[in-house]
């Protein structure tokens, strides 16, 4: 019921920016399916990860290792998601991923697990070297 389509990865040194983009295209009458949207991240060979999530109300968590460095936002009117990446380090180095829903995941297994998130984009690459 929704196409997110991300954007803005690239290759940057350590101590970079980077901007996300997630723009999200839901199909008529279903723009309550980006309610909760979030930012994962796969490293190779390692599991999917939350990185930062907005909720219905504006309120917005980040997983421990990424606070103070990257912040969330959201543009309602142009349903786009962004992350804003600060101080860039070798180990964010991922595919990020946009991630929606139109329900709470904290009720359906967790901010941060990947099964509470109906829908997800392709993912953009990141690249950070030291």
């Known amino acids: 019921h929704v196409q997110l389509v991300e954007s803005g990865g690239g290759s940057v040194q350590a101590g970079g920016s980077l901007n996300l983009s997630c723009a999200a295209s839901?199909?008529?009458?279903?723009?309550?399916?980006?309610?909760?949207m979030a930012w994962f991240r796969q490293a190779t060979g390692k599991e999917r990860e939350g990185v930062a999530a907005?909720?219905?109300?504006?309120?917005?968590y980040y997983t421990g290792s990424v606070k103070g460095r990257f912040t969330i936002s959201k543009d309602n009117n142009k349903l786009t998601l962004r992350l804003h990446m600060n101080d860039l380090k070798p180990e964010d180095t991922a595919i990020y991923y946009c991630?929606?829903?139109?329900?709470?995941?904290?009720?359906?297994?967790?901010?941060?697990?990947?099964?509470?998130?109906?829908?997800w984009g392709q993912g953009t690459q990141v690249t950070v070297s030291s």
């Open positions: 907005i909720m219905n109300d504006g309120s917005t």
């Open positions: 839901p199909a008529d009458g279903y723009t309550y399916t980006t309610s909760y």
């Open positions: 991630a929606a829903d139109a329900f709470n995941p904290a009720a359906y297994g967790g901010t941060w697990n990947p099964a509470a998130y109906k829908y």
